[in-house]
């Protein structure tokens, strides 16, 4: 098992690989790849939201990835994205050690991580970013899938305003500066497909966040599977005794998921 702290460079930002090692006996394919991202409002980070997901993810023959990405004043600005460019990068550049297919490296994120596994995607082609990654080859921090739950997507009527606020720095922002950071007006024919479930109380991250996007990506012709299940509160996690908040009937979003991350014809979208 390879399991280690790895240091992104950049603001304290560490990516912990959670890797079956793929020893003579083994002698495994190379697998596909999940970049977890937990959720906390970009004022913290959630471990029901991290470890617990990613082993989810390993035991379906995953390998899989924490990042640990920056909060509270260091979120400001683009700062998280670029940590999350960069562990993509990362985890594709290392691919070989990690007995990783290049060409299907997903982000899955909650809540405010969702919008960060999902600005991974919809954003990878910003220009401040690509000027910040220099002459790193194209494509080469754009994952091929995103799994998006209960994210935060929007920073208009229905934003979570405390992640929006965290990431532009400040107390009352500006459309503009709002309009940076709203997924659904970025979409285009390169955002890669996605996995995204919500519920349709959620009363901390709207589930309009979700149809937005999905809106976004059905008139950008992207693929994607929604699930909107009818009940329960934000932050449900695995939604059972391990991650401490139990909904059974949204449970099956990890089977889902795992369902679609495995049936996702990256290599067609890269």
Known sequence: MIYETIDLGLKGATL???CVSNTPELRQSPRRAVVVCPGGGYGGLSDREAEPIATQFLAA???TFVLRYSVKADAAGDTPLRQVALAVKY????AEEFNVNPHCILTCGFSAGGHLAGSAGV???DPALL????DAPEGIHRPDGMILCYP??????????????????KEDFSKEEGDRYSLELHVDSTTPPAFIWHTFNDT???VQNSLLLAEAMTAAKIPFELHIFPEGPHGL????EQTRMINPHCECWVDLAIKWAKELNAESNS
Do not use: D, Q
């Open 131 to 134: 000027a910040y990654l220099g």
């Open 123 to 125: 954003l990878w082609n």
């Open 237 to 240: 996690a695995l939604c059972n």
């Open 16 to 18: 912990t690989p959670i």
């Open 91 to 94: 985890v594709r550049e290392h």
């Open 204 to 206: 901390c991250v709207p």
């Open 152 to 169: 935060v997507i929007t920073a208009g009527e229905w934003a979570h305003k405390g992640s929006i606020r965290k990431l532009c720095g």
């Open 61 to 63: 023959g995953f390998a």
